[in-house]
């Protein structure tokens, strides 16, 4: 039986334990010149005293197993350090910022869309007290908080009305649930995708109530399958943009115009999943304006993907369909909070008055040669000999622009002799974190998805690794 050491630094063991089952003289005098948890805790007047006590106990159990394997106490500078390095471990958030030096624009790991700086400012704004998000300053009544948004997203979707929720999924979900019910909602094969996560269309569809329908072939779907397929449970048409993925070749489907014809004629809604949420053209990617001017009932799309703003799904669409989403009890489930209003509308402002430029991700997409040639110059001077230049493929990530490869210049290191996932996993210790990729065993820092500050930290955090000065 193990007994903690005593508030006097002198720690119990039981008599004539063995080193496997216990401690022999020589180890329980080891044990014995240990501190006490609170001794040691003590030492850290400047952390918060429950995790100094907790960083001791971890510290000195690692300490006692190690005595008892055969090796000698740590000293008290040493013991004191790890301490040191285990409360600080522990007070640290969980989440926090990270340096992505990927390449990958919309890198859902790393939390997509960086925010515009307004975006950012109103969220601090918000968030630091009370707001006017249920309350209508004009009558001094109850006011609604989809009203914070719904003049901008008609604005820049060219839709009669407009609803926004917690991300995608929830609103193609909130718009099946509220247009489809229980019926028979008709997707086409091809469109049956995975989102990531494994999301799949499916899932979603079978959540919302309604019965999927699948419709012609993996490649080719006409309009009349479509037809062919309705009966008289069909209550909606479902149409896909394969946003992360293409088929190409001997592949044809309809067009969002002719399903909306269809679904008209024969009184069914028609609900269509954007995904990437583009309201400016960016790389022939379909934008929000053109989906919703042909016709659909709905358009889904998301708020953190090409929109460049924080998570959210939006519904844009017809006025009657919107309103039976808004009144529908999963809108109340699936809301945005107030900082996500914030961060959403100052996103939206962004594009109004800035335009692409205003909005990082899509500054980054949009990059130049000579400015990414700039920044990669600038990691490999800093870095020294073991860094060059040299070009690499990056990605929007998101799932969004699927065929898009972002080729650029990049900062190359060589790794040396602890090898490139060794010098990978050391960048990730640093602080801040720097994410990084491995390319032909090199380690690739990509200057497309830093800025000049994040760059010079990344520098810094390459030369620490590999104990350059």
Do not use: W
Not at 67 to 83: D, F, M
Not at 170 to 198: F, K
Not at 396 to 403: E, I, Q
């Amino acid at each position: 039986m193990e007994t903690e050491t005593s508030e006097d630094g002198r720690g119990e063991e039981p008599h004539g334990a063995t080193p496997g089952g216990g401690a022999g003289p020589a180890v329980g005098a080891e044990l014995r010149r240990l501190p006490s948890v609170e001794r040691l805790a003590a030492s850290l007047p400047q952390v918060p005293h429950h995790l100094a006590v907790a960083a001791a106990r971890e510290e000195l159990g690692r300490a006692r197993a190690a005595i008892r394997a055969g090796a000698p106490a740590p000293g008290p500078a040493v013991l004191a350090a790890a301490v040191a390095e285990a409360a600080a471990r522990r007070a640290a958030p969980s989440l926090r910022p990270v340096i992505n030096a990927t390449g990958v624009v919309l890198h859902t790991n790393l939390g997509r869309a960086p925010l515009p700086a307004a975006a950012v400012e109103r969220v601090a704004a918000v968030a630091a007290g009370y707001s006017n998000l249920e309350y209508d300053l004009g009558t001094g009544r109850r006011g609604s908080r989809a009203a914070h948004l719904d003049a901008l997203l008609r604005e820049l979707g060219g839709a009669e009305a407009a609803l926004a929720v917690n991300n995608n999924a929830a609103a193609v979900m909130l718009a099946l649930a509220a247009l489809a019910g229980d019926g028979e909602v008709l997707v086409g094969r091809g469109q049956l995708v995975e989102i990531g996560g494994s999301f799949r269309i499916p899932d979603i569809l079978a959540r919302s109530g309604a019965t999927l329908v699948e419709v012609g072939t993996t490649n080719r779907t006409r309009l009349a399958d479509y037809e062919a397929a309705i009966t008289a449970r069909t209550t909606a048409i479902l149409r896909v943009h394969q946003s992360n993925f293409r088929i190409v070749g001997f592949t044809e489907e309809p067009g969002a115009a002719a399903l909306a014809g269809l679904a008209r004629e024969r009184g069914l809604a028609l609900v269509e999943d954007l995904g990437s949420g583009a309201l400016e053209e960016v790389l022939g990617e379909p934008t929000v304006r053109a989906a919703v001017a042909a016709g659909p009932d709905v358009v889904c799309c998301s708020g953190d993907k090409l929109l460049g703003g924080p998570q959210a799904g939006i519904l844009l669409g017809r006025a009657a369909a919107i309103e039976r989403c808004r009144t529908h009890p999963l809108a109340r489930a699936l809301r945005l909070d107030k900082l996500q209003i914030a961060a959403l509308e100052a996103t939206l402002r962004a594009h109004r008055d800035g335009g692409a430029a205003a909005v990082p991700a899509l500054a980054m997409i949009a990059a130049s040669a000579e400015e990414l040639r700039a920044r990669a110059e600038r990691l490999v001077a800093a870095i020294g000999p073991v860094a060059s230049l040299d070009r690499e493929s990056g990605a929007p990530g998101g799932g969004s622009l699927a065929d898009v490869a972002l080729e650029g210049p990049v900062c190359a290191v060589e790794p040396g002799t602890i090898g490139a996932d060794a010098l990978l996993a050391r960048l990730r210790e640093a602080d801040p974190p720097v994410i990084a990729r491995i390319v032909r065993a090199r380690v690739v820092l990509d200057p497309r998805t830093m800025n000049d500050a994040e760059a010079d930290l990344a520098a810094a955090a390459v030369r620490a690794a590999l104990g350059q000065p």
